[in-house]
């Protein structure tokens, strides 16, 4: 677009190696983690990074200077920039770290949001998953992905709205570790652990693990089921001809009826009304946050 460009990035790497980028370019960059693990050199801001897994934060440099150096084989990101001009317009309406960074970006002062690194929460990882599947095409597209470059900066400012000094998890092994119980919940989601299990499994104690898992990614442990098993059962509703009972025991509910209570009740409607009445279906997606427009479409 004009004003706004996006980038899906993944290298693969035949070895370890430091690989430098530069150029006189002039934005404001949304730099997002999706895999891999990397030491990254800015020039600009005169600052270098340890970065894995899921993690993002928003830089302004005039010029880019850079230096990664990859620690695993594979890394993969997702970057949005955003015209000066542009990312004055929206940011300086924003919240106070936003209006901040802002002002800085108005006086051409290269910076970086924040000194942390922050972990991609579930509302941000939807939003990503929605700028990569995008099928939109034309006009349409371009409108679509620039609602979404919005509402990705929004997520990312949210953030850093408060910033907590009585943080549970201090150290990148502890927040490593929590990412591997995400990773690990997503994986068992039609069977998840136990906390006990969970805490076991990752080697973090119970009070860290659950107070830790809601400071990293904005909710507890159950929460994070919960949303993922409804979004996944949206999905399987909307892009498959499984029946319903096979997609609640498919994504872990003892009986159908418990499913389609906790759909209902995300959703305001039943999962067989997704299939026995697509214009039920079209309204509620309109009026559900929780849903995207990507699902809107194929409706």
Known sequence: MDDIQISHNIIDYHSFETTKFADDTNFVRLHIGLGGSYDFN???????????????????SDGLDIEVHNNTKRIETL??????????????????????????VINRKNCILSDEWKTNNFKIRQVLREIIDCTYNDQLRNLFLLSKSIELLVLQAELHEHQNSNKTIKSGRDK?????????????????????ELSKQVGVNEYKLKKGFKELFGTTVFGYIHKTRMFMAKQLLLETGKPSKEIAYETGYSSPQHFSNAFKKEFGIS???????PDSVTKALKNSSNLDFNQMKKL
């Open 42 to 60: 800015f020039k600009q801001i005169n600052r270098s990074f340890l970065l894995s897994g899921y993690h993002n934060n928003i830089m302004y």
């Open 79 to 104: 970057g949005i920039n955003f015209s000066t001009n542009t990312f004055i317009e929206i940011g300086q309406n924003g919240n106070e770290p936003l209006k901040r960074f802002t002002d800085k």
């Open 176 to 196: 490593q570790k929590l990412i591997e119980a995400r990773e690990f919940l997503s994986y068992r989601i039609d069977n998840p652990p136990t906390i006990v």
């Open 271 to 277: 999962p067989n009304c997704v299939r026995n009445n």
